[in-house]
């Protein structure tokens, strides 16, 4: 059976754990922006000023990060995506850091940044909702920075993947010329070549010309 418009709202992580008769309550003054878009349509795109609150109510979405130095672009299938950066709403920094655009036909449903403030942050569990969701992306940045090792060529590649990634698994597409790779993680392009194809023998990339196309990040270091 089809899920109501309001079913699929409670089951967003920033309403979960709210009642129909609560969700009707907090909703009653808040405008909410439902928006189709078509397959390879932009969402956002990286730099945007992040003033609404996002959420991909259907479709699977890609995500594209440019280096600002022009290094490499890391494109990533992210098919669970539900909510675009919502801690890049608030801080120092608050623009998009990567593109959004849709694998398939999808729908996204807007609330404006002032709204969440004014109207849903006063309810408590959506606060917590909230706040538990900037907290998890903190830490899971801080374990992959502090936990994860990089003591070999092998280590250092993946540990550059997690640094840029915006979730720790799925499907990943670089596209980086060897020496730039061989730059960033401070080891020789020789090495970066012998450690990437050894990871192609084993089947856990593939490489193209200017690009690497790992099928499950997790399955690299794991």
Not at 35 to 42: H, M, T, Y
Request: neutral net charge; aromatic residues 8%; proline residues 3%.
């Amino acid at each position: 059976m089809e899920l109501t418009m309001y079913e699929r709202i409670l089951q967003l992580p920033l309403f979960q754990g709210l009642t129909s008769q609560e969700l009707s309550e907090v909703m009653a003054h808040v405008r909410l922006d439902f928006v189709n878009f078509s397959q390879g349509d932009e969402i956002v795109i990286q730099g945007d000023v992040c003033k609404n609150l996002i959420y991909i109510i259907s479709g699977h979405v890609q995500s594209e990060y440019q280096d600002p130095k022009g290094r490499f672009i890391l494109t990533e299938t992210l098919p669970n995506m539900r909510i675009l950066e919502p801690y890049n709403m608030f801080g120092m920094y608050q623009k998009y850091s990567r593109t959004y655009l849709f694998h398939n036909d999808g729908c996204t449903l807007s609330i404006e940044k002032r709204t969440v403030l004014n109207r849903l942050m006063a309810n408590n569990i959506v606060k917590i909702n909230l706040l538990n969701i900037v907290s998890n992306r903190y830490q899971q940045a801080q374990r992959v920075m502090c936990e994860y090792p990089e003591n070999t060529v092998k280590e250092k590649i993946v540990k550059f993947l997690l640094s840029f990634a915006s979730v720790p698994k799925g499907q990943k597409e670089l596209h980086i010329r060897m020496t730039d790779l061989g730059d960033i993680i401070h080891e020789t392009r020789l090495n970066v070549s012998r450690t990437l194809n050894a990871l192609e023998d084993k089947g856990l990339i593939t490489l193209q010309r200017g690009g690497i196309i790992i099928p499950e990040l997790q399955d690299l270091y794991k």
